[in-house]
């Protein structure tokens, strides 16, 4: 009997596979579901429960919190990554981490395929397929949702003809959490114009006024929320998460380009990646010189699209993630926000490495570091090559 590993999350279109490949295609189904920081333990345990019921031969709970953020968000965080100004790739940093870990257990189970639930019109099915390809080559990837075409309704018929009994009812809002945010989509997402209602967030807005908060970067990583000290970046952003998420901070809708060439609407809401990321940037400011904050920007928006489209294992991400690394030296220090409901405001920052002293003279203010003949000879120079090219035009 063939091995194949399923991605499972328990969800319609994986419970299909798993009746589908062990019934249908005699295959020894061996899932496997990659925690990134969407599941409660309440919730792996039942959904390991409905993979057993299901038939499948073995099931694993893969715990990715910390090496996503070690692979993928640490990245994103020194980059300050938001795609078209707007989405922190809550989803798309997600799978790579996922795919990765799959792949990983298809040479551990030695299985000869692996299988996920994509249909054939996101972005999700190029991304676990392209890492298949590259991670584990020569094996089989089988897509049933996909490669049928199954509506929702065959693929509810087809697992009660089977027996199975599990709540086909959908949901209003299809929900995808995870450490680095939550998407949301529904009908309003489908079109051009609409907002998603107050009652399709996950998080509700349960806290008024305004509440202060400190957090400590050491070399470019969160390691603390206000007094609070943490063994791994990865506990800080679930923590400030449970303090900002009440605010309803973090909520937008992002309009983007598909990989498949198509553009599409999802709601997300990211309260704490979307604080850690503007601190994060505003510390930089202080920091980093001018020419570090510019190249850092060009590459880190080349590196938040390279990763979007699924192309995790590309070598110039980790050429760009070295660059990145680098930058980080000195971005250490803490920055100080205010949280308010449905936003929150950066009031400042405080380093060892702020470039902003005032020994070397005062914006608007007097300076001390130059003279006002140094700056009269400067700017003489600065311009001296665009006063040429002026002159030889005129004198034409």
Known sequence: MKKVVLGFSGGLDTSYCVKYLTEEKGYEVHSVIVNTGGFSEE??????????????????????????????????????????NTYPLSVSAERMSQALAIAEYVKEVGADAVAHGSTGAGNDQVRFDMVFHIMIPGVEIITPIRDMKLSREAEIDYLRSKGVNMNFEKAMYSINKGMWGTSVGGKETLTSNGMLPEEAWPTQLTKEGEEQVKLT??????????????????????????????????RDIHVGDTIIGIKGRVGFEAAAPMVILKAHHALEKHVLTKWQLTWKDQLAQFYGNWMHEGQIMDPVMRDIEAFLQHTQENVSGEVFVTLMPYRF?????????????????????????????????FSKIFGNQTMIWHQVKNSI
Do not use: C
């Not at 057993?52 to 694993?60: D, I, T, W």
């Not at 405080?350 to 140094?374: A, I, R, T, V």
């Open 345 to 377: 405001q950066v009031t400042g920052i405080q380093s060892p490495y702020d470039l902003m002293s005032s020994k070397f003279g005062k914006y608007g203010e007097m300076n001390s570091g130059w003279s006002g003949e140094d700056v009269r000879g």
């Open 43 to 84: 919730e792996l345990v039942e959904i390991e429960k409905r993979a057993y019921n299901l038939g499948v031969k073995s099931h694993k709970t893969v715990d990715a919190v910390r090496s996503y953020y070690d692979g993928v968000i640490k990245y994103l965080i020194f980059g300050n990554v938001l795609k078209n």
């Open 217 to 250: 970067f050491e070399q470019g990583e969160l390691v603390g929320v206000n007094d609070l000290k943490f063994a791994h970046p990865s506990e800080a952003i679930q923590y400030l998460q449970t303090i900002a998420g009440p605010f309803a901070i973090g």
